[in-house]
């Protein structure tokens, strides 16, 4: 039994003629491209392949300083509502496209997207509502309004109107000339999530139980509580000018970055305006300026008024009535009014999704 089982042992042990052969042969060597390779085949990666000594000391972003002028803008609104028809568009918006971005995507910052909307009188852009929240500050026009959940809101230059996440949204145009807004979305972040979903009303239009003016009028001097959070959709620029006028006659209400700056806040919780964008309307007094900050949150500026310049990194970008700019995270910034007039600039900043992941950083 033991002479069999050593048998047994010994033709179990006995080597393969390739393995002799790789005995007498030198063991040849891995490498850091053929670890690479099988890994690859495993769906693995080494964190060698980074090309990292380490992470950076700041946060980077390729979102770059950039100016649209409303000319270029205006132009190819015209030009899209001579050949674009809501009838086999959407909407007939135009882009603003960041040239530090990847051009398939046409977003206007990593988190942000800013586009120009036009309506030719007696037009409908259908009634839908998607993931990405949208807000709107109207620039040019009248007899315009947005439907939203049922509640009209007639839009006026100045005005904000927000479509928050999934909130049923159609516009037309009643007026007698064509109308323009900025349109805000937060469209690149929600799809850095994979959230982005849309759907169509079953009508063109919704129809209209209320109006904003009446949500307005309710609201009063009792905001609190018991109003629904998805009621108030509509910041007047009659309310909001008045509002801004009067910070100015308090000189400790002047901001050191942002001259006087108010934030459109949530009526009901205070909080900010949507949850992934504050949007806010600053005037910066004639012949002064901010000094230099920067933060982690990516600003867009609308100018509704005036002109001046912003001097952003290296570079100084100088904007007038209907320019639009991006101020990108952690450059330095300052604004500047050199002219003999106020200028009133509208932003949208991606501060509260930083602040609710507790990554928004301010330095100055
Ligand atoms: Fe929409
Ligand atoms: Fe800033």
């Known amino acids: 039994m033991e002479s069999e089982a050593g048998v047994k042992v010994e033709k179990h042990k006995r080597r393969l003629p390739t393995e002799t052969m790789a005995m007498n042969q030198p063991a040849q060597k891995d490498s850091i491209a053929s670890l690479d390779h099988d890994m690859a085949g495993k769906n693995l990666s080494g964190y060698w392949r980074l090309g990292m000594e380490g992470l950076p000391n700041h946060p980077l972003t390729t979102v770059q300083p950039c100016l649209w002028k409303w000319q270029d803008v205006y132009d190819s609104l015209i030009r899209a509502g001579d050949v674009i028809s809501l009838e086999n568009s959407e909407r007939r918006v135009v882009r603003l496209v960041n040239p530090g971005l990847d051009q398939r995507h046409a977003f206007a910052t990593h988190t942000i997207q800013v586009s120009f909307q036009f309506v030719k009188p007696g037009e409908n852009a259908r009634a839908h509502r998607h993931t990405p929240a949208a807000l709107r500050f109207f620039i040019q026009g009248n007899g315009a309004y947005t439907t939203v959940n049922g509640q009209q809101c007639v839009m006026e230059p100045g005005d904000l109107i927000l479509t928050p996440k999934l909130t049923w949204h159609d516009h037309s ?24 979903m849309q759907e ?137 009014n050199l002219a003999a007039d106020d200028a009133i600039l509208f932003s949208m900043s991606d501060a509260p999704a930083l602040k609710a992941l507790g990554l928004y950083r301010e330095e100055f």
């Open 200 to 336: 169509r009303y079953p009508e063109r239009r919704q129809s209209i139980d209320k109006s904003s003016e009446d949500v307005a009028s309710s609201l009063g001097s009792s905001i609190g509580p018991n109003l629904p959070l998805t009621d108030f959709f509509h910041y007047k620029w009659r309310d909001t000018e008045p509002a801004l006028r009067a910070l100015t006659k308090s000189p400790d209400a002047r901001e050191r970055f942002d001259g006087y700056l108010l934030d459109y806040r949530n009526p009901v919780t205070g909080g900010p305006t949507m949850t992934t964008i504050q949007c806010a309307v600053q005037l910066l007094p004639a012949k002064q300026e901010t000094e230099t900050h920067r933060h982690t949150s990516t600003v867009m500026y609308h100018v509704f008024r005036g002109s001046g310049a912003t001097q952003i990194g290296e570079q100084r970008f100088e904007w007038r009535q209907g320019d639009t700019f991006v101020v990108p995270l952690w450059y330095d910034h300052r604004h500047m």
């Open 173 to 196: 145009n009643d007026g007698h000339a064509p109308v323009v807004w900025l349109d805000g979305l937060d469209f690149p972040l929600v799809t850095a999530l994979h959230q982005v």
